[in-house]
């Protein structure tokens, strides 16, 4: 049987009331634009696009050319629908309001626009990670910061593009988590997989280990017991794998189970962790919980988490259910 559409699908959950025909535009606008995303990212040393771009973004990270291209695609695409009210970027510091010239819709869109840039160079898959939260019922005319801060549980949508071999986009609106695979010839994502399950076990971790000696003490516990192997308590043997990518690091979890973590360090316990909750760990904490996983900061649910700032860091550690909940109670027992 042939593969539906993204946009077939998306009609089915307006069908069945999950969704409206904004949010609909939405998540579409968002996929053609990540389309455009995979078209320069594809084109590699060809594009004239590697290479940094010679500015910091709002991180202090050195930015990519690739980095200030997504995001200029990103905004652009989005401008005009009337479907959202704003965007948020891992590249900008403040939102940014849609064009007064433009109507403005109910959503907000929050986007890493390119994730694991750094890997763009070295031809490593990349991605973009996308969150979507409805503006609060009480607002002003103008978008403020703070009708963003809102705890990941009340996001409408959450999706990531890989840009890898394929390009896939993992999409939830709440009703499970699929996975799309872009037909390049046609330039449709078909889906490929509806309603992912993470195992809810699995023996494969993905941490930076170079950090290893600057982590918190029940981290040090919890990959010890992991690195002893069958001889220690967890009674058997674990593997490892870390791409740098959270991208491509969650979507290897998405497929085949494992425990992603990035645990607050020496070195970044001051600014709350790495990651970044409102456009990393949300989105791809709300997909892993729609697949059957589970998302935490070590310490609380990740889409519990009140928000204080748009750019705000968390420890991240998510994927199969059981792994998680053993990892979180090494930090509990602390
Ligand atoms: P490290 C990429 O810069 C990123 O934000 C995530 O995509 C990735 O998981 C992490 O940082 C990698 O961090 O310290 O291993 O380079």
Redesign the pocket.
């Known amino acids: 049987m042939k593969p539906i559409t993204l946009i077939q699908l998306l009609i089915e959950e307006r069908r069945a009331g999950r969704i409206n025909a904004e949010l609909s535009l939405l998540i579409e606008v968002v996929a053609r634009a990540c389309k455009r995303i995979a078209v320069a990212t594809g084109k590699g040393a060809l594009g004239g696009v590697l290479g940094e771009a010679g500015t910091d973004n709002v991180q202090g ?1 050195a930015q990519k050319k690739l980095d200030v291209i997504s995001n200029e695609i990103l905004l652009e695409a989005n401008a005009w629908g009337g479907h959202l009210a704003a965007c948020a970027s891992e590249e900008m510091e403040d939102p940014q309001p849609i064009p007064d010239a433009y109507p403005k819709g109910g959503h907000l869109l929050l986007f ?1 626009p390119l ?5 763009i160079d070295v031809n490593i898959s ?2 973009t990670i996308f969150s979507v939260l409805q503006r609060p019922a009480e607002h002003g005319e103008n978008v403020a910061t703070e009708e963003f801060l809102q705890p990941g549980s009340c996001q409408v949508a959450a999706g990531y593009v890989v840009y890898g071999p394929s390009t896939e986009l993992v999409l939830t609106v709440g009703h499970g988590t699929h996975v799309f695979t872009l037909d390049r010839e046609v330039g449709s994502f078909l889906l490929t997989e509806r309603d992912v399950r993470i195992p809810e076990s699995t023996s494969e971790f ?1 941490v ?1 280990m ?2 290893q000696r600057h982590w918190e003490a029940p981290m040090q516990r919890y990959i010890g017991d992991l690195l002893a192997g069958k001889d220690g308590p967890r009674e058997r043997d674990f593997n490892m794998r ?8 969650v979507h290897r979890i998405l497929t085949r189970g494992g425990i ?1 973590s ?1 645990p607050l360090d020496a070195k970044t316990t001051s600014k709350g962790g ?3 909750l409102m456009y ?1 760990a949300n989105p791809m904490a709300f997909i892993v919980e729609q697949a059957g996983g589970a998302a935490s900061t070590g310490r609380q649910r990740m889409l519990d988490v009140a928000p204080t700032a748009l750019h705000q860091r968390v420890p991240v550690f998510l994927g199969s259910k059981d792994e998680v909940e053993t990892a979180v109670r090494y930090h509990q027992a602390d």
């Open positions: 990270e890493d994730d694991g840039s750094s890997n990349v991605g993905a930076n170079s950090n870390w791409v740098g990518s959270m991208v491509a690091d992603f990035y790495k990651l970044r990393e």
